[in-house]
């Protein structure tokens, strides 16, 4: 595994952790996005030949840190800096990057595939609309994971109060894990201890983001023009969690998959038992299923 750095935008370097099988493979680029409160390592048994669903034998593999998120430095200040568009143009912006790189176009040479987790699964489709026709062309598919929707999402005042707290300290970190975002039983010691490093580690500008303004972010309109016009007939494969309370199964149903499906794309969806928001840490199983499928 090997850390690379983009510069994306004004003050804003973005590291993406890069994964390459040591055999040769016709396997696409796997680009890795993360929740609001995780980073690149919230697919470590994924993306880590250590991991217990380990992709990266067979697959290339690019984890990306959200900008505030991880390795990954925003200094810029001011409304909108951590928005879903600006996020989604960094992604952008890496893989056009990475394909004019000398030593790392190799990773695109079979195409790719997004994979998108919670904000980084609306980060994901909201990079359609980013990605030039070249690189369009080569997103073979997408896979959303607990996915938060196109639309604005609009929650409660004392839900997206919790929400702005959620990451404050340790101790919020825990709570909001075993009571919220999780089935405890399904995480070991070190997924927590990764969920709570990410969690604290996240700037307080992309903490308080997503619940101000980034979940209000309405992109549907862009998303649906792009798949109409351009890449009509992709392939989405989307999971939720069966007891899900952030992301829960009715909504990804109706403003998730019937939206895509609306917009012309070929989606199914996959319901994981007894897992909660937490898919790839409490199932990555599943999402090696629905990856491996590309």
Aim: proline share 5%; net charge negative; hydrophobic share 40%.
């Amino acid at each position: 595994m090997s850390s690379l750095f983009f510069s994306t935008a004004p003050a804003t370097d973005i590291h993406v952790r890069v994964t390459r099988p040591d055999t040769h493979t016709e396997k696409p680029l796997l680009v890795f996005l993360h929740y609001w409160g995780g980073s690149s390592s919230t697919w470590y048994k994924l993306t880590s030949t250590k991991g217990q669903t380990p992709v990266s034998f067979e697959y290339p593999t690019a984890a990306i840190d959200l900008r505030g998120w991880g390795k990954s430095a925003h200094q810029a200040e001011g409304e909108g800096q951590h928005s879903i568009s600006a996020m989604a143009a960094d992604v952008a912006s890496v893989l056009s990057q990475l394909e004019q790189q000398q030593e790392n176009k190799s990773l695109l040479a079979h195409d790719f595939v997004l994979v998108g987790h919670s904000m980084g699964a609306k980060v994901g489709v909201a990079s359609l609309s980013n990605l030039a026709a070249p690189l369009l062309a080569k997103l073979k598919g997408i896979v959303l994971v607990a996915p938060a929707p196109p639309t604005a999402l609009i929650l409660p005042p004392e839900m997206k109060e919790q929400q702005k707290v959620a990451y404050e300290s340790e101790e919020s970190v825990r709570w909001t894990v075993t009571n919220v975002l999780a089935n405890a039983a399904k995480l070991d010691d070190k997924d927590m201890q990764t969920v709570v490093r990410d969690s604290l580690s996240g700037t307080a500008l992309a903490k308080a983001a997503w619940p101000s303004y980034g979940m209000e972010e309405d992109i549907s309109q862009d998303v649906k023009w792009v798949i109409a016009s351009s890449v009509s007939g992709l392939r989405v494969r989307v999971l939720a969690g069966e007891s899900d309370i952030v992301e829960p199964r009715d909504r990804v149903e109706k403003e998730v998959v019937q939206f895509l499906k609306d917009a012309g794309a070929d989606v199914s969806l996959r319901v994981v038992e007894d897992v909660k928001h937490l898919i790839p840490l409490e199932s990555p199983e599943a999402v090696y299923e629905e990856v491996t499928s590309f």
